[in-house]
């Protein structure tokens, strides 16, 4: 006769996939009440350390590596692979970011480098603690990366949900002071494009997920590229450069890049995770690119700083939508 805890242990085995619970669910329950007196299991309940357990086993089966069906296999390396080109984007921008900041600031005189300082201090100390993590904290980005490519995990997890958290002060500051919200819409999408590929790299690079695999290259070369080009970027285009010109131009050279590789080694092997990875990644950046123009439209602002950021907007629509009908095609043959 089946008692009361076994019919909750089983609600809550049914978090876990179907493919996993015909394989293990008897095993797990025969686990679970193996030292519970059945006298008392009908006034027992699991406890919230085995729904934790389940509720990260659940997530672990779904973004699979091995032995698990297709639809899941695919999943977890797609996911995988967006969350590393996204922190690859996000360590090389921030790191561009201040270079170029304080380049500037150091270069153009006692004023710049007055404005420079006087934006971490004289603001209180709640303002000036809030300026030192935005402008420290997003340096993590690159320890994540790098300790992702070298299969360190945990300093990999840690170090990019550190990264990602000044993205959420733009929200939150309307309710701590008195200052009004600022352009909201690239503050969501702002932290969307941290949180997402930060929460991503948590959930699927789990311990039964292989280690992090870069196309081509090594990770120290393509770290040196990406910084290069969005530097590049700005150097040669200041008067087109916002928040979103170099992440996205970096994204955009980037996703040809991957595909003349693809299209000269004619991989038959592919299975779109690279190309599924991309196109959400660069449909990310066009919702940051869109967020940071709209404000700007209709205002008397220089015509190639409009027709630089619509062109951008372009280019990222196109790619988006190539890179979603390679993944299309390849899942499709495969």
Known sequence: ???????????????LPAYYREDREEEMVEVFLWDVDRDTQDQSRPTLGEI??????????????TGAPRPYALLGSALRHFALFAVLLQAAAAVVDRIINLTWS??????EWDM???????????LGAVAVAQWVLPLLWTVGFFALVHDRRRLARAAVLLAALPTLWPLVEPLVTEWAPSEPWFAVTSALLAWLP????????????PPAALPAGTPGMLYTACCVVMGGSLVLLPA?????WAPATCFVLGALGWLLLRARRADSTSTGCGAVALAALGLLLLAVRVAALSPWLGAPLPAAFIGGAL????????LVVTLALVARRDLATR
Do not use: I, K, N
């Not at 087109?240 to 979103?244: K, T, V």
């Open 1 to 15: 006769m089946t008692t009361l805890l076994e019919t909750r242990y089983r609600t809550v085995l049914r978090l």
């Open 52 to 65: 934790a357990g389940v509720a990260a086993l659940a997530v672990r089966s779904r973004l699979a590596a």
């Open 106 to 111: 150091s270069t153009h005189g006692g004023r």
């Open 116 to 126: 420079f300082l006087s934006g971490f201090t004289g603001r209180g100390a709640l």
């Open 198 to 209: 930060a929460l991503a790299l948590c959930a699927a690079f789990h311990r039964d997920a």
């Open 240 to 244: 087109l450069a916002d928040a979103a």
């Open 311 to 318: 062109a951008q907007t372009a280019a990222l629509t196109l």
